[in-house]
T-cell receptor
Framework: AQSVTQLDSQVPVFEEAPVELRCNYS??????LFWYVQYPNQGLQLLLK??????LVESINGFEAEFNKSQTSFHLRKPSVHISDTAEYFC????????????FGTGTRLQVFP | ETGVTQTPRHLVMGMTNKKSLKCEQH?????MYWYKQSAKKPLELMFV???????ENNSVPSRFSPECPNSSHLFLHLHTLQPEDSALYLC???????????FGQGTRLTVV
């Protein structure tokens, strides 16, 4: 079985500052890793994913995450945030070939201030 | 329409009512899911339908009853709910075994 820990429930940051949202996972098998974003009154949208290959994955809006197997982490980073990045961010894990068993973290609320 | 569509977006119901939530996916996926999202809690996977067969029921109370008539439609039938069942109910679909889940916008349920 897998589990996910998001250590920070809230992350306040000023606009144009860098941000890191932390995610650690545990699993006895190889994993797929995902970051989802949820805007107010919306469902979850996939931000980026790691399935295999390069350990650094990027989204179209400037976020990136790096799969670190030795540290069992998949932290999300952005070098310069915008007001529009204010949202809830969820890290999720599944076993390889078991994407019907997706386990989510508790979420991190990113609040960007002007 | 594209993606995953949920109706209604908002629902207020009394504890003695019976209502149903509807989900439709237009992605050709082979699995559909119901999740419950409550404040300050992780998303809870309620039901999984994989190839139209229910494969997982994470100890969900019987007042929640899922129905999957085909691979594109998923329902959640609700009856005699409790106030603590108030939450955002999210539907999702994926192409098992290797793609991520795509979510609908959710139904905000309030039980009074």
């Amino acid at each position: 079985a897998q589990s996910v820990t998001q250590l920070d429930s809230q992350v306040p940051v000023f606009e144009e500052a860098p941000v890191e949202l932390r995610c650690n996972y545990s699993s006895s098998v190889s994993v797929y890793l995902f970051w989802y974003v949820q805007y107010p009154n919306q469902g979850l949208q996939l931000l980026l994913k790691y399935l295999s290959g390069s350990t650094l994955v990027e989204s179209i809006n400037g976020f990136e995450a790096e799969f670190n197997k030795s540290q069992t982490s998949f932290h999300l980073r952005k070098p310069s945030v915008h007001i529009s990045d204010t949202a809830e961010y969820f890290c999720a894990v599944s076993g390889v070939g078991n994407t019907d068993k997706l386990i989510f973290g508790t979420g991190t609320r990113l609040q960007v201030f002007p | 329409e594209t993606g995953v569509t949920q109706t209604p977006r908002h629902l207020v119901m009394g504890m003695t009512n019976k209502k149903s939530l509807k989900c439709e996916q237009h992605l050709g996926h082979n699995a559909m899911y119901w999740y419950k999202q409550s404040a300050k809690k992780p998303l809870e996977l309620m039901f999984v339908y994989n190839f139209k067969e229910q494969t997982e029921n994470n100890s969900v109370p019987s007042r929640f009853s899922p129905e999957c008539p085909n691979s594109s439609h998923l329902f959640l039938h609700l009856h005699t709910l409790q106030p603590e069942d108030s939450a955002l109910y999210l539907c999702a679909s994926s192409q098992v075994p290797n793609t991520e889940a795509f979510f609908g916008q959710g139904t905000r349920l309030t039980v009074v």
